[in-house]
């Protein structure tokens, strides 16, 4: 018979799943005291006569015992018996889990040598190829391990990670229930797995509910405590995961809890020990580019007042398996029509949830999906997309035009109003902004003589031929014929601006914003002059008019982000500035202010 004595706590219940602890009888007896001696319970005879009947009936009856489970262990490769847990003498209680993998050990050393051997073989295959993400494999080999041993979670565990990594959530949801409602309720891998199937199914009410049983499980080995933080960093508990990894940092731990300690750091704003927890991470498991650009992200926020930046925990294929990635492809990816796109986006939230989680994610880690990620929510509308559109606009992560995008999906959505006041992150410091809706349209505001048209448009043809002096002369004409179409005061200070002549420009736009004073190029000129002449509140102050237009032509808000642009660069914030960049690329890679700002940030 073999005695499992368990006195370290953070014993490896892994090595209790494989069998590998054992302590024969004869170890037991011979750690009895010495006969002939004085008890040690202090009776004052001799122990032969005192406690030592006592101490071999306990042990002779020792089986099936698994109350307050005890304490001492040794490992070996093989079991030659069931494994028992003995009362300890400091009557402190051993976890339930123990117990339970101690029923499951016994019951797996119960079975012909052929069947363990046979059952084994199995699950060790499907592990490696779950590893080694054939997740077909996988799922056949825990399928041939489970109908020999189905009382193994590991077994289920890993056949549920395989499912659900095929897109079979159901299933996959399924054989974890399994594990924590027949086999072991205090399994931390399945507690973990119903986390990340349930966020992923955006159902918050079950993920809340397996928050709260993670909290309460006993995380006894090492293992136990990685997949704890596994699922801590899925829920993005950053003091959690940082509290957890700090425990095992002193006693050689796996790579992986070098890296989670490192982005739970960041995340907290501890630049420095997160550098150097990463560097702990590359020297026992080196990624390359991928921890070089992690560095350089995190040294870039060291030195980053103007917003903060959250870092995943899981790069995106590990937290969204392959075929939805497809789902998605072939949702979206012929689409181009906007209209479409949006219609199409609402009828694929409405029969997939995933997109909300999917979508939040984008939003806040990463960049060249973020925009798509605001939409999703945007389409979800629910109140929980909602309050994650809210948390992300109205915080101070990430990049201002970013957060600008999910404050007007709010206001799209009708949660933030029109000139509702609302506290905003902008150039280090929170500002109290106003929400405002625009109209982008090509048509042409107000009524303008067709004479006149004729007129504007020969004079533009010689600023494009760079006959500066006849346009001039054209322009001074015009602004005789129509005294006050505000436009054409406009086109003569460009040209004056353009010759250098700044108090003349500025007479021109001061008529032009008196006749017209929500005349965007009007606006944007002047606030540009005011540039040029190093006045920069000013330019700021002119340049805030531009919010009160309700209906807009796409050339004025080209100018209004050129404009924008270069009050940035006069201010040092280029960063600023590649951010308007951005915006007229994707508006029109080829267009004049376009290209003058890419000149500009070239220089």
Not at 119 to 140: H, N, P, V, W
Not at 190 to 205: G, K, P, Q
Not at 295 to 305: L, T, V
Not at 448 to 476: M, N, V, W
Request: glycine share 6%; hydrophobic share 35%.
């Amino acid at each position: 018979m073999s005695i499992c004595w368990i006195t370290n706590p953070s014993y490896s219940t892994e090595h209790l799943f494989l069998a590998k602890i054992k302590i024969t009888m004869n170890k037991i007896v011979e750690s009895l005291p010495d006969p002939y001696k004085p008890c040690p319970c202090g009776s004052g005879k001799k122990y032969k006569f005192c406690c030592l009947h006592k101490d071999r009936s306990t042990s002779r009856n020792i089986r099936g015992t698994h109350q307050k489970p005890f304490i001492l262990a040794e490992e070996t490769p093989e079991l030659d018996g069931p494994i028992m847990l003995l009362p300890g003498p400091d009557g402190k209680p051993v976890p339930e889990s123990l117990v339970i993998k101690a029923d499951i050990i016994n019951r797996l050393e119960s079975l012909p040598t052929d069947t363990h051997q046979e059952a084994m073989d199995y699950f060790q295959k499907g592990l490696k190829a779950l590893e080694g993400s054939d997740f077909d494999r996988s799922i056949e080999y825990c399928n041939r391990a489970i109908a020999l041993i189905d009382f193994y979670p590991p077994a289920y565990n890993n056949r549920s990670m395989a499912l659900f990594f095929k897109w079979r959530r159901e299933e996959a949801i399924r054989d974890a229930l399994t594990v924590k409602e027949k086999l072991d309720p205090t399994n931390v891998s399945a507690t973990v797995n119903l986390i990340r199937f349930y966020l992923m199914n955006n159902d918050c009410e079950r993920v809340q509910f397996y928050h709260s049983e993670l909290d309460r499980l006993d995380l006894i080995s090492p293992d136990e405590r990685l997949k704890a933080i596994e699922g801590y960093a899925l829920l993005e508990a950053d003091e959690k995961v940082r509290e957890l990894c700090q425990g095992m940092l002193d006693k050689k731990p796996e790579p992986t809890v070098w890296y989670f300690h490192a982005i739970a750091l960041a995340n907290l704003g501890l630049f420095g020990p997160a550098l150097d927890s990463l560097k702990h991470y590359q020297t026992c498991h080196s990624h390359g580019s991928f921890c070089t650009n992690l560095s350089r992200m995190i040294e870039q926020q060291q030195g980053n007042k103007k917003y903060r930046q959250r870092f995943p925990y899981f790069d995106l294929p590990s937290i969204f398996p392959q075929p939805f990635t497809e789902i998605l492809y072939n949702e979206f990816g012929s689409v181009k029509n906007d209209e479409i796109f949006t219609r199409k986006l609402k009828q694929f939230a409405e029969r997939e949830p995933s997109l909300g989680t999917w979508g939040r994610y984008l939003m806040w880690y990463d960049q060249k999906g973020c925009p798509f990620g605001i939409q999703a929510l945007e389409s979800i509308n629910t109140p929980w997309a909602i309050d994650e559109l809210k948390k992300f606009a109205l915080g101070d992560y990430r990049e201002t035009d970013l957060r600008m995008e999910a404050l007007f999906a709010l206001h799209r959505l009708d949660i933030i109003k029109m000139n509702e006041l609302v506290r905003f992150w902008q150039d280090s410091a929170w500002h109290e902004i106003k929400v405002f809706g625009q109209e982008i349209t090509e048509e042409v505001a107000g009524e303008y003589d067709p004479a006149f048209l004729e007129e504007d448009r020969k004079a533009r043809t010689l600023l494009g031929s760079g006959k500066l002096a006849q346009a001039l002369k054209r322009y001074q004409e015009i602004i005789k014929h129509w005294p006050k179409v505000a436009r054409g005061y406009t086109n003569l200070a460009g040209i004056y601006m353009h010759l250098g002549l700044l108090g003349e420009a500025r007479s021109y736009l001061e008529k032009a914003t008196a006749l017209e004073p929500h005349y965007p190029f009007a606006i944007c000129a002047l606030s540009r002059l005011n540039i040029m002449e190093g006045k920069l509140d000013d330019a700021h102050e002119t340049l805030s008019k531009m919010t009160e237009i309700e209906r807009m032509h796409p050339d004025a808000l080209g100018y209004w982000w050129y404009t924008t642009a270069m009050l940035a660069i006069a201010r040092g914030d280029r960063e600023g500035a590649q951010q308007q960049l951005k915006h007229l690329q994707n508006w029109d890679p080829h267009h004049n202010y376009t290209q003058a700002l890419k000149e500009e940030l070239s220089r």
